[in-house]
């Protein structure tokens, strides 16, 4: 899909900026040290081997940022948000989901699905599933506008839960970006949990 596309080049140009601020530090400067970087959901995780390098990413990020207008965040791991994740089976000959989920919102007044990610589909001989990712919010609102069945082209979805929002390790220190860029903090060798606010 296009907008996962521009996910990926945004995060791409996201990893391209923290190297880029790595190059600048001089021999023997404190040093950041990463584990792991990862997509989800449209973020970008990155994980932290020591307590410095959380402070080093976040100092960064709060002295410059990726590009203009970027407004950056650091949030406690059970501070991020918990997103849902939710299927329906939509009859028919099988549409793009961008398209879909257009029509969710302009068939149901009430209904925001701009923030919605379809993180799978699966097409069969008489439609599709699309598996959805969404805040609570927009879940909750779904269920006060139409009970989780939503009106589109000629019919009505049942969306229902696949499992429960689940809450980050509390080990773990992150940082987000309202653009999505999200750090996690150290997690191979037991450390201190630094504490985190979110101006959010």
Known sequence: M?????????????????????????????????????????????TCADLTSVGWVKSE???????????????????LPKPVRAHAWIPGTPEEPAKILKRIQIQNAGVETSNWRVVDRREDP??????????????????????HRPYVNFTRLTFKLLSK?????????????????????????????ASTSAPQ
């Open 126 to 147: 008489k439609g599709q599933t699309l598996i959805v990712l969404m805040d609570q919010t927009s879940w909750d609102k779904l269920g006060a506008k139409c009970n």
């Open 165 to 193: 929002p689940k809450v980050g390790r509390e080990e773990e220190t992150k940082m987000e970006c309202e653009e999505a860029t999200v750090a996690e903090g150290p997690s191979e060798e037991p450390q201190p949990t």
């Open 2 to 46: 296009f907008e996962e596309c521009v996910d990926r080049i945004l995060n791409q140009i996201r990893l391209a900026w923290i190297l880029d601020r790595i190059d600048t530090l001089t021999t023997g400067a404190p040093s950041p040290k990463f584990t792991e970087c990862r997509h989800r959901g449209g973020a970008l995780l990155i």
């Open 61 to 79: 990020l709060e002295r410059a940022a990726p590009w203009e207008g970027a407004k950056l965040r650091f949030v406690e791991a059970k501070n």
